[in-house]
């Protein structure tokens, strides 16, 4: 950022130092080529042509301000619109059939556009100061659409060699910096929207098939970034209103993968990562202040993972690997509550279900194996519940009400079932089975 508002500053004095006129310098090489420069003040343009039915329009208003626009081959346009100082605007275009326009309003922005393909289309619209924009695009019918309202904000665009790839970015504040990039990409679509200050966002697609990703940030100091490689059809999308929110999401080799987080409040921290699987879900939705909310899906394929969370400090992690139609989920409610579900190893059609609701709860759900089911209830402070599960068709059921309760159960085998229930203070329960279709079922008021 210090590095930018010095380039920014130099920018002013260097154009401060021109005398006081208006310079245009058109060059026109080939065949039914056009340009138009409209200048009032002491501006700079410069346009350069060469090909055929290239159109390029350039209008100044302010001082200092600065325009190149550099046209090859056929049916280019580019429009440039200035008011104000020191405003600077580069399009290079290479190819057919490509369109550009921006739009500056204030002091000291700057835009950078490069297309080189058929049909790409991108467009620039700033208004205030020292904002900083680039795109770049390389391939065939891709669209980029910026906008930057405020101070200080920096966005960096880059499409390659993608066919109909869109995305759009929106900053409004102070200081925020956004990128996108998109690579071999066939109708991929990025979005980022932020409106506060410092906040930090960033998106990655590559080698995608109508892969979409999406960020939402309204706030002070939030960070957010999506990342999708080798997928199909992958989706994944980030909101966060707040103060120093972070969230993450990464998918790699996936087809139809999908990954969802949602913030609202201070300090949240949500990560989801999948990884080689198919038609994978995860999502964390989090509303308060200091929750955490972690998720790995590794291999695998049509799994799910949800954890949703509202209150201070609470915690919360599922992890699931080589797991096929197996979903878990947390929901938590207080303050300073756990909760880990694991499902590692080989497992198909596994279900795992948290819910707490008050303050210092503990829940642990580990299970490997085919259709095994656990579900953990706890309300009151500082529950203890822990399940254990291996093997085929076996269930668990712990529900606690109340004061420093403990349950652990542990199933090994086929079809074995327990079912705990512990109501007031200071309970204990210890169910261990090992074998086939054995019963246990507890109940302490």
């Not at 626009?69 to 399009?91: C, E, H, K, P, T």
């Not at 275009?93 to 500056?104: E, R, S």
């Not at 969230?247 to 996936?254: K, P």
Request: charge should be neutral; aromatic fraction near 10%.
């Amino acid at each position: 950022m210090k590095k930018f508002l010095m380039f920014c500053v130099a920018v002013v004095f260097t154009v401060f130092s021109v005398s006081a006129s208006n310079t245009s310098t058109v060059n026109q090489y080939g065949f039914f080529n056009s340009a138009g420069v409209l200048q009032v003040g002491s501006n700079w343009s410069n346009v350069y042509q060469l090909g055929i039915l290239n159109n390029a329009t350039v209008a100044q208003y302010g001082y200092g301000n600065m325009s190149s626009v550099n046209q090859v081959l056929a049916g280019n346009m580019a429009m440039v619109a200035q008011a104000g100082w020191f405003n600077a605007s580069a399009i290079n275009q290479i190819g057919l059939g490509n369109y550009a326009m921006v739009h500056q309003l204030g002091l000291a922005n700057l835009s950078l556009i490069l297309q080189a393909g058929i049909l790409n289309s991108a467009s620039v619209a700033q208004a205030g100061a020292f904002n900083l924009a680039c795109i770049k695009q390389f391939g065939l019918a891709q669209v980029a659409s910026l906008s930057q309202v405020g101070i200080g904000n920096m966005a960096s665009v880059f499409q390659f060699f993608g066919l109909g790839n869109a995305l759009s970015l929106n900053q409004w504040g102070m200081f925020n910096s956004a990128s996108i990039s998109q690579i071999f990409g066939i109708g991929n679509y990025a979005s980022i929207s932020q409106v506060g200050a410092f906040n930090r966002a960033s998106t990655m697609q590559l080698g995608g098939i109508l892969n979409s990703a999406s960020i939402d940030q309204y706030g002070l100091f939030n960070g957010a970034s999506t990342l999708q490689l080798g997928g199909i059809g992958n989706s994944a999308s980030i909101a966060q209103v707040g103060l120093f929110n972070h969230a993450a999401t990464y998918q790699f080799g996936g087809i139809g993968n999908s990954a969802m987080i949602n913030q609202i409040g201070g300090a949240n921290l949500a990560k989801t990562m999948q990884v080689g699987g198919l038609a994978n879900s995860a999502s964390v939705y989090q509303l308060g202040v200091h929750n955490l909310g972690l998720i790995a899906q590794i291999g695998g394929a049509f799994s799910s993972a949800e954890i949703n969370q509202a209150g201070l400090f609470n915690a919360a992690l599922i992890a699931q690997t080589s797991q096929y139609g197996s979903m878990a989920t947390v929901n938590q409610a207080g303050a300073g509550n756990l909760a880990i579900v694991l499902q590692p190893y080989f497992g198909i059609g596994q279900s795992a279900l948290v819910n707490q609701v008050g303050l210092g709860n503990f829940a642990l759900s580990v299970q490997h194996g085919i259709a095994n089911s656990s579900v953990t209830d706890q309300y009151g402070i500082a529950n203890h519940a822990v399940t254990t599960q291996f093997g085929v068709a076996n269930s668990a059921t712990t529900t606690q009400v109340g004061v420093l309760n403990c349950a652990k159960t542990t199933q090994i085998g086929l079809g074995n079932m327990a079912n705990t229930l512990q109501v007031g203070f200071g309970h204990k329960s210890c169910i261990t089975q090992i074998g086939v279709g054995n019963a246990a079922y507890v109940a302490q008021y």
